[in-house]
């Protein structure tokens, strides 16, 4: 059976460069804030195409800290697609501010940009699109709104590092972008981690002072801050990994490739990809008007399949007294519809 995650296969791959890191790191006995950290954050800060890369402890709190040093708070509206994973919510509630949820595109499962002027109150203070799957949102059109009602744009890349439109990377469009690095991200960590990036000197200053207890200078709190930092250890396995990010990526297209060949007898709706967009699969997610029939058909043969997501946030337990009266269909269909096909290790050496 291929399981959703291989972690073990991808390590083999590694194993090697990984040990003697390790080694290194225990000869230097240096924890927290340190040299690995710093060269990492350099390494992706080019990767990326940005001026400045910050280190954090995780994802959430990327996008949590992003939206803080841009002052968002109480009062105002931050909008962010229907059918997003719920820790982008959260980063808005973590705030203060209020979701504002719009409908995705179908064929892309990301945030239609025709549906966000809509959605646009003289509350609303940014936008928040979520590059799902790990295919990038349209960020040319989402930062032309963005431009004409001089709102800030946070992207949230926790799925697509690497994904591109004409070369241009995911966390190179908006205002300042999170990154999460949880294992089974495109770039994992060996436990929780994660990046902001920014070409603003002004924001990616205050993150360097928010991630740590509001200080850049030990003993000098310039801010109230918070304690968010990426381990050395994680940096340096990072590292290690960011190397590999691209032809791991390029793997994940081959599989997703032979994938769509396989099952083109199915009356699916597979993955786009744009023309000029590079898609990095994140997952491979199909939509099925037999969902439950066709999970049961590939477990038969031998693919263990998942839901992302079952359930859209407005409609969790945690928000569903606040959007009592709202709806988002699209949203709701593809919760119904969707699944996810196993795309990693274990599917690439197979291939
Ligand atoms: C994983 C993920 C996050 C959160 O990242 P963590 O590192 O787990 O906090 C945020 N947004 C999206 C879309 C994600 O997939």
Known sequence: MILPNDFKSEYKEIEHEVQSKMKD????????????????????????????????ANGLEG???????????HGDEVIVPANTYIASVLAISQVGAKPVFVEPNMQTHNIDPSKIEAAITNKTKAILPVHLYGLISDM?????????YNLYVVEDCAQAHGASINEQKAGSFGHINAFSFYPTKNLGAYGDA??????????AKKIYQLRNYGSEVRYQNEII????????????????????????????RKAADSFKKEFSYKDWIFPLEPEGYYHVYHQFVVQ???????????????????????????????????????????????SETVFSLPIHGKIWHSN
């Open 140 to 148: 040319p059109e989402i930062m032309r709104i963005a431009n004409k």
């Open 25 to 56: 790191f225990f000869a230097k006995g240096w924890y927290i804030m340190g040299d690995e950290l710093k060269s990492f954050e350099q390494e992706f800060a080019i990767y990326i195409g940005q001026k400045n890369c910050i280190g954090v």
């Open 194 to 203: 994660g990046a902001i990036t920014t070409n603003d000197e002004n924001l």
């Open 225 to 252: 801050g918070y304690n968010s930092r990426l381990d050395e250890l994680q940096a340096a396995i990072l590292r290690v990994k960011l190397k590999y990010l691209d032809s791991w990526n390029k793997k994940r």
């Open 288 to 334: 099925s008007e037999n969902r439950e029939f066709d999970m049961k058909e590939l477990e038969s043969l031998g693919y263990k399949c998942l839901i992302h997501y079952p359930i859209p946030p407005y409609k969790s337990n945690a928000y569903n007294l606040l959007y009592k009266n709202h709806t988002f269909p699209i949203a709701d269909m593809l």
């Open 63 to 73: 996008l949590f800290l992003a939206l803080k040093a841009l002052e968002i708070g």
